[in-house]
Each structure stands twice: as C-alpha cells, then as structure tokens.
T-cell receptor
Framework: AQSVTQLDSQVPVFEEAPVELRCNYS??????LFWYVQYPNQGLQLLLK??????LVKGINGFEAEFNKSQTSFHLRKPSVHISDTAEYFC??????????FGQGTELSVKP | DAGVIQSPRHEVTEMGQEVTLRCKPI?????LFWYRQTMMRGLELLIY????????DSGMPEDRFSAKMPNASFSTLKIQPSEPRDSAVYFC???????????FGPGTRLTVT
C-alpha cells in the first residue's frame, strides 16, 4: 500500500531564508506525486506535481521539488521565502485506484 | 471557471439533526471526492465517484454518512443523525480523470453542538 510521510510537522523560518519541506513516500508501483498548499481557512491549492519526465519540478510561487526514486523522496524547496508563504503544506501520492493519499502536513511559519 | 463550489460555507447544527453538504464540481471533470479535515485526524478521504458512480466508500465513518452524485454537476454528503464528533471541515474536490490532479473547493465548516 502506498503511504506518505512528512518528516516535520512544523518548520519555522525567517523571511528571505531558504526552506526545505521533507516528504518520503512508499510505493511499489509508478508514482504520481503532488504538493498542495492550504492557506488559513481555505481549501487546498496545487503547488506542483510529478507524473513523469524531469525529476526537478517547478511549481507556482517559486517552489520546486525533486523526485528522488532511490531515496523515495519528493522534498519541496524554495530559495527565499516570504511572509505570504506561511501556510500548511501537504505532500500526496496517488494510488492506482485514483485515491490521493496525503501526508500529515507541515506547517510553515515565516517570521519577519 | 468558478472552480469547485461548495455550500453552505458554514453550518452550525444541533446533535441529532440532519446535515446536507453540497458540491458542484468543475464542468467537464469526471471524478469527485469528499474529504474531511480535523486537527486530530488530518485529511481523510471519505468517498469518491467516477462518472457519477461511487468507486470507494471505505472512508465513510459510519452508516450515518451517505453520499450521492445524481448527475455530473452535483453531489451531496449527508449526515443523519449528526453528532458533535462530526464537527470538521468537509472538502469536495474534482479532477478531470481519476489519476489526475484534484481541484479543491473552499470547504464547509460544520459545527455540531
């Protein structure tokens, strides 16, 4: 069965600093991987996705993620964060049946 | 496109009452998903449909929960009778196909007192 583990529940960081949010997955089949962002009191919004091809995926708002098959990871990165990036971030994998399996989420808190 | 539309945005009801949550998916999307989000349990998939047919309802917590999709543009999630532990934010999402990215609605915040 597929699963997703987000290694950090909270990540505090200062504005303009780089950030990495870690995600590991387990899957015995081909994987489709996603990062979603949830701002307070809103629904989830897709940041980026990996379906196939280049392992470095660029998303919205300056975020990018790298698919690493050997380490079964899909870490999310941004070189310089803004206050407005404060939100909860979810990593997810799609199962063969079409279900999105989410990690527990990482709360990114950007401080001035 | 207006995106996924959910109503109501907020619902406060008393224990034992029936609650109906509504969702209008993005036009042309073939798959629809219902999720529940709480602090304790995170995001849980309750049920999903493909071409209006329920595919997997294993996440529905109890018989008190039921979901329907009578046509491609409308779905409901009903809780009868409601209980305080049902308090959560309920999200609807739709996608063009099953193995595709999902687009989430703004959610319905349900409070059962």
């Amino acid at each position: 069965a597929q699963s997703v583990t987000q290694l950090d529940s909270q990540v505090p960081v200062f504005e303009e600093a780089p950030v990495e949010l870690r995600c590991n997955y387990s899957s015995s089949v081909s994987v489709y991987l996603f990062w979603y962002v949830q701002y307070p009191n809103q629904g989830l919004q897709l940041l980026l996705k990996y379906l196939s091809g280049s392992t470095l995926v660029k998303g919205i708002n300056g975020f990018e993620a790298e698919f690493n098959k050997s380490q079964t990871s899909f870490h999310l990165r941004k070189p310089s964060v803004h206050i407005s990036d404060t939100a909860e971030y979810f990593c997810a994998v799609i199962s063969t049946g079409g279900k999105l399996i989410f990690g527990q989420g990482t709360e990114l808190s950007v401080k001035p | 496109d207006a995106g996924v539309i959910q109503s109501p945005r907020h619902e406060v009801t008393e224990m034992g009452q029936e609650v109906t949550l509504r969702c209008k998916p993005i036009s042309g999307h073939n798959s629809l998903f219902w999720y529940r989000q709480t602090m304790m349990r995170g995001l849980e998939l309750l049920i999903y449909f493909n071409n209006n047919v329920p595919i997997d309802d294993s996440g529905m917590p109890e018989d008190r929960f039921s979901a329907k999709m009578p046509n491609a543009s409308f779905s409901t999630l009903k809780i009868q009778p409601s209980e305080p532990r049902d308090s959560a934010v309920y999200f609807c999402a739709s996608s063009p196909a099953l193995l595709d990215e999902q687009y989430f609605g703004p959610g319905t915040r349900l409070t059962v007192t």
